[in-house]
């Protein structure tokens, strides 16, 4: 991993012990870390120091035994900046300093220099940690999988600086294995056990001026790609929401440097919340003067080429689709050159453009336990094209991906092993028979009119009544008797029995085709167009009506069904509602819809469609998607929430859109007064706003939060669910600046 830059490198030769030759002989800028040339020998140790002025202080970078001569080399392993001067000091092996003054010489340091360093004051027992790190196998061995905003299972070594506000701080690198918290390694590592973790709380964040220790963590971003085509980053990071000054920052980045130097200028400071953003911005002239590398969110996820949105192993044919096939199977493995708009059960997914945890693609794929990654350029990879309509094995890690060849007694062994057993019947309750509105329809009530419209309804009783679509809900009993009206039930038992029907994809798709065109243009008995008609007429004679589908297999807990299903406005000129209510009728006989009952042994007979109606959200500010809990890190309340402008979904975002993404964490509570306090951490900024300000302001932000907080509450307790539990709300902000949240669900993980 390297990264290059053009700079200007001055060297100073001193005289003072030094031994050296003409330093343009000596000097090589390597990959821009600097490679600095001195005569040794045995009898002696050296010690590099870099400064950025004659002037100023200078640094001991790095420090190495003397050889057998007659030439060496050090390195700086910080990619230089701007111009450094670097001086090489010999000093005699019997009459050592101790540079870092921990009490042992920088010979013994040197002599032990797999777990001391010399140029680091602490001593950490191997069991705990380390006080320096020579190689990537011993950052595995000491780093645990973690997801933070932006990269999911990443792996993770936490540091400890503790002295920080002495001339002498000592850098503790965490096993962090056995110490998932700093404080669990302040107590139990370093004999701390009396301090309360208040008083470490004090001393260790959010105060610059108190501070006595630094806690963050190195994050292995190993599917970066820099610009200038470097691959792999580490980034140093911090409790996103600790306004770490620079000062304690250029000391962390300097200290990691020389203390991890496999890294070799690969590390980057990385604020990751909007404190550190600002904080960074009041000091920005320190940090661009200094030598500290540092990257924002939206280069670093904006650069990766591989991320792993749900991990598993899979089997079946390696296809390429253009997000428009609508005859894929359970037993393809698809690469997407974009983000298909509606998608059937596949064995496994890659996509050729990125992907958020929210999209329709990755909700899907979590509901059915299919690998899915996004890989740049997956398509055009000479070992995948090799494999494109052969049988394979596909398997996703955090770490990458695994295709090989694979024999069709694998695929349908494979299928045959995930799918139910037995068949399935859905909850049905046909005996509600009037259509009701959105607020009398209680949670109970989800067998007879859709989980979707029930939860809206409860939507309504826990949020202002401007907050959610006011309108009104069709029941099963409509469709069923529509059904029942047209024999369509007795048509569906012969469409099944066309020879070829169960093994042709095309063949399905076709016939299912056909039945949807018939629900379409069949007769509405006269009850029912009635009673639509006077639903049609409850509202203004020029409202745009939204018809949104709600069954009976989708938007339960384990089950969310997302993109089965098709809404439809209903303009004023188009004349009956009930043409409208055929459409969405229609939907249940998606190819798509068909083929995910059919891999659950759904019984497709007992199957229902519901269909909520209310007033179209028009000219909308922005659309969203979000999640009640923290699925990045469950230990600390928080929301997740991706955000476009206008009316370009999240769900199925086009080639070129990127949604906003973030993370808003809840601070400090305090119930009894009604005080919350949150903090953002942005993954990335939306594409569509060309000024690069978040889309939602800080307080919509925080009020969508308040409003997630309730629906948390409020939901985990219909559901009678744990702590894990979470809802997927979608959102709006109407044209005139209100929050709308129209729909909740039970989130998948």
Same mark, same amino acid.
């Given at each position: 991993?390297?990264?290059?830059?053009?700079?200007?490198?001055?060297?100073?030769?001193?005289?003072?012990?030094?031994?050296?030759?003409?330093?343009?002989?000596?000097?090589?800028?390597?990959?821009?870390?600097?490679?600095?040339?001195? @005569?040794?020998?045995?009898?002696?140790?050296?010690?590099?120091?870099?400064?950025?002025?004659?002037?100023?202080?200078?640094?001991?970078?790095?420090?190495?035994?003397?050889?057998?001569?007659?030439?060496?080399?050090?390195?700086?392993?910080?990619?230089?900046?701007?111009?450094?001067?670097?001086?090489?000091?010999?000093?005699?092996?019997?009459?050592?300093?101790?540079?870092?003054?921990?009490?042992?010489?920088?010979?013994?340091?040197?002599?032990?220099?797999?777990?001391?360093?010399?140029?680091?004051?602490?001593?950490?027992?191997?069991?705990?940690?380390?006080?320096?790190?020579?190689?990537?196998?011993?950052?595995?061995?000491?780093?645990?999988?973690?997801?933070?905003?932006?990269?999911?299972?990443?792996?993770?070594?936490?540091?400890?600086?503790?002295?920080?506000?002495?001339?002498?701080?000592?850098?503790?690198?965490?096993?962090?294995?056995?110490?998932?918290?700093?404080?669990?390694?302040?107590?139990?590592?370093?004999?701390?056990?009396?301090?309360?973790?208040?008083?470490?709380?004090?001393?260790?964040?959010?105060?610059?001026?108190?501070?006595?220790?630094?806690?963050?963590?190195?994050?292995?971003?190993?599917?970066?790609?820099?610009?200038?085509?470097?691959?792999?980053?580490?980034?140093?990071?911090?409790?996103?929401?600790?306004?770490?000054?620079?000062?304690?920052?250029?000391?962390?980045?300097?200290?990691?440097?020389?203390?991890?130097?496999?890294?070799?200028?690969?590390?980057?400071?990385?604020?990751?919340?909007?404190?550190?953003?600002?904080?960074?911005?009041?000091?920005?002239?320190?940090?661009?003067?200094?030598?500290?590398?540092?990257?924002?969110?939206?280069?670093?996820?904006?650069?990766?080429?591989?991320?792993?949105?749900?991990?598993?192993?899979?089997?079946?044919?390696?296809?390429?689709?253009?997000?428009?096939?609508?005859?894929?199977?359970?037993?393809?493995?698809?690469?997407?050159?974009?983000?298909?708009?509606?998608?059937?059960?596949?064995?496994?997914?890659?996509?050729?453009?990125?992907?958020?945890?929210?999209?329709?693609?990755?909700?899907?794929?979590?509901?059915?336990?299919?690998?899915?990654?996004?890989?740049?350029?997956?398509?055009?990879?000479?070992?995948?094209?090799?494999?494109?309509? @052969?049988?394979?094995?596909?398997?996703?890690?955090?770490?990458?991906?695994?295709?090989?060849?694979?024999?069709?007694?694998?695929?349908?062994?494979?299928?045959?092993?995930?799918?139910?057993?037995?068949?399935?019947?859905?909850?049905?309750?046909?005996?509600?028979?009037?259509?009701?509105?959105?607020?009398?329809?209680?949670?109970?009530?989800?067998?007879?009119?859709?989980?979707?419209?029930?939860?809206?309804?409860?939507?309504?009783?826990?949020?202002?009544?401007?907050?959610?679509?006011?309108?009104?809900?069709? $029941?099963?009993?409509?469709?069923?008797?529509?059904?029942?009206?047209?024999?369509?039930?007795?048509?569906?038992?012969?469409?099944?029995?066309?020879?070829?029907?169960?093994?042709?994809?095309?063949?399905?798709?076709?016939?299912?085709? @056909?039945?949807?065109?018939?629900?379409?243009?069949?007769?509405?008995?006269?009850?029912?167009?009635?009673?639509?008609?006077?639903?049609?007429?409850?509202? $203004?004679?020029?409202?745009?009506?939204?018809?949104?589908?709600?069954?009976?297999?989708?938007?339960?807990?384990?089950?969310?069904?997302?993109?089965?299903?098709?809404?439809?406005?209903?303009?004023?000129?188009?004349?009956?509602?009930?043409?409208?209510?055929?459409?969405?009728?229609?939907?249940?006989?998606?190819?798509?819809?068909?083929?995910?009952?059919?891999?659950?042994?759904?019984?497709?007979?007992?199957?229902?469609?519901?269909?909520?109606?209310? $007033?179209?959200?028009?000219?909308?500010?922005?659309?969203?998607?979000?999640?009640?809990?923290?699925?990045?890190?469950?230990?600390?309340?928080?929301?997740?929430?991706?955000?476009?402008?206008?009316?370009?979904?999240?769900?199925?975002?086009?080639?070129?859109?990127?949604?906003?993404?973030?993370?808003?964490?809840?601070?400090?509570?305090?119930?009894?007064?009604?005080?919350?306090?949150?903090?953002?951490?942005?993954?990335?900024?939306?594409?569509?706003?060309?000024?690069?300000?978040?889309?939602?302001?800080?307080?919509?932000?925080?009020?969508?939060?308040?409003?997630?907080?309730?629906?948390?509450?409020?939901?985990?307790?219909?559901?009678?669910?744990?702590?894990?539990?979470?809802?997927?709300?979608?959102?709006?902000?109407?044209?005139?600046?209100?929050?709308?949240?129209?729909?909740?669900?039970?989130?998948?993980?």
């Amino acid at each position: 991993m390297s990264h290059s830059l053009s700079i200007a490198v001055s060297l100073l030769l001193l005289v003072t012990g030094v031994q050296a030759v003409h330093p343009g002989a000596t000097a090589t800028q390597e990959l821009s870390k600097q490679a600095i040339g001195y @005569k040794t020998s045995p009898d002696n140790y050296h010690i590099l120091y870099r400064s950025t002025s004659l002037e100023g202080a200078w640094r001991p970078i790095r420090m190495k035994l003397g050889g057998d001569g007659p030439e060496d080399v050090m390195r700086d392993t910080v990619p230089i900046k701007h111009r450094a001067f670097y001086r090489v000091l010999s000093l005699p092996l019997d009459e050592p300093r101790d540079t870092d003054a921990d009490g042992l010489t920088d010979v013994e340091e040197l002599e032990l220099s797999k777990t001391q360093h010399p140029l680091n004051a602490a001593i950490v027992a191997e069991s705990h940690g380390a006080a320096i790190i020579t190689s990537r196998e011993q950052y595995e061995r000491l780093a645990r999988r973690d997801s933070v905003p932006g990269a999911s299972n990443i792996r993770e070594m936490k540091f400890l600086i503790t002295d920080i506000d002495t001339n002498s701080p000592k850098l503790h690198l965490i096993d962090t294995t056995r110490h998932q918290f700093h404080v669990y390694f302040y107590w139990f590592a370093l004999g701390n056990r009396h301090v309360s973790i208040s008083t470490f709380n004090s001393q260790t964040y959010f105060t610059n001026t108190n501070r006595k220790n630094l806690a963050g963590s190195i994050l292995a971003h190993d599917n970066f790609t820099g610009t200038d085509g470097q691959v792999g980053l580490y980034t140093m990071e911090f409790w996103p929401t600790d306004p770490v000054a620079f000062r304690f920052v250029e000391t962390a980045y300097e200290m990691l440097s020389a203390s991890l130097p496999f890294i070799d200028g690969t590390l980057a400071y990385h604020p990751a919340g909007e404190t550190q953003r600002t904080v960074y911005a009041d000091e920005v002239d320190r940090f661009e003067s200094s030598m500290i590398r540092t990257i924002s969110t939206e280069e670093l996820f904006g650069s990766k080429t591989f991320e792993a949105l749900n991990p598993g192993v899979s089997f079946g044919r390696l296809i390429v689709a253009d997000g428009v096939n609508n005859s894929l199977t359970a037993r393809d493995i698809v690469i997407f050159r974009n983000l298909p708009n509606d998608l059937t059960h596949v064995a496994g997914i890659l996509t050729e453009v990125p992907q958020t945890p929210l999209s329709h693609v990755n909700l899907k794929a979590k509901q059915n336990d299919t690998p899915n990654a996004y890989l740049k350029d997956a398509s055009r990879l000479p070992e995948i094209q090799e494999l494109l309509g @052969k049988y394979i094995l596909f398997e996703i890690t955090s770490d990458g991906y695994t295709l090989r060849e694979a024999t069709a007694e694998q695929v349908e062994q494979f299928i045959e092993s995930i799918r139910p057993k037995e068949s399935q019947i859905p909850e049905l309750d046909l005996s509600a028979e009037a259509i009701k509105p959105l607020g009398e329809i209680d949670f109970s009530q989800s067998p007879q009119f859709g989980a979707k419209a029930a939860n809206l309804s409860e939507l309504r009783r826990i949020l202002p009544a401007d907050m959610t679509p006011e309108g009104q809900a069709i $029941p099963f009993s409509f469709y069923h008797r529509f059904m029942l009206a047209n024999s369509f039930y007795d048509i569906l038992v012969r469409m099944l029995a066309i020879q070829g029907f169960a093994q042709d994809a095309d063949l399905r798709e076709a016939e299912l085709a @056909k039945f949807r065109k018939r629900l379409r243009q069949a007769p509405m008995p006269n009850d029912l167009s009635a009673e639509i008609a006077l639903l049609h007429s409850s509202f $203004p004679t020029d409202t745009a009506l939204r018809c949104r589908s709600s069954t009976n297999n989708e938007d339960l807990p384990g089950f969310n069904g997302a993109g089965l299903y098709d809404s439809y406005t209903h303009y004023p000129h188009e004349g009956s509602l009930e043409e409208s209510i055929k459409q969405v009728w229609a939907s249940m006989w998606n190819y798509r819809a068909f083929e995910e009952r059919d891999f659950y042994r759904i019984s497709h007979f007992h199957a229902a469609m519901g269909v909520i109606v209310h $007033p179209n959200y028009q000219d909308e500010i922005c659309n969203g998607v979000a999640v009640t809990r923290n699925i990045i890190d469950p230990n600390w309340i928080g929301y997740y929430v991706n955000v476009q402008v206008g009316e370009d979904l999240v769900t199925n975002p086009t080639e070129d859109a990127i949604p906003e993404e973030f993370l808003v964490s809840l601070l400090l509570a305090d119930p009894e007064i009604g005080n919350y306090e949150y903090e953002v951490q942005y993954v990335r900024k939306s594409n569509r706003r060309v000024d690069g300000q978040p889309i939602l302001a800080q307080d919509q932000v925080f009020d969508l939060a308040g409003r997630m907080r309730l629906i948390q509450t409020h939901f985990k307790r219909l559901y009678n669910e744990d702590n894990d539990f979470g809802m997927e709300i979608e959102f709006k902000i109407d044209q005139s600046g209100q929050l709308v949240i129209k729909q909740a669900r039970p989130w998948i993980d």
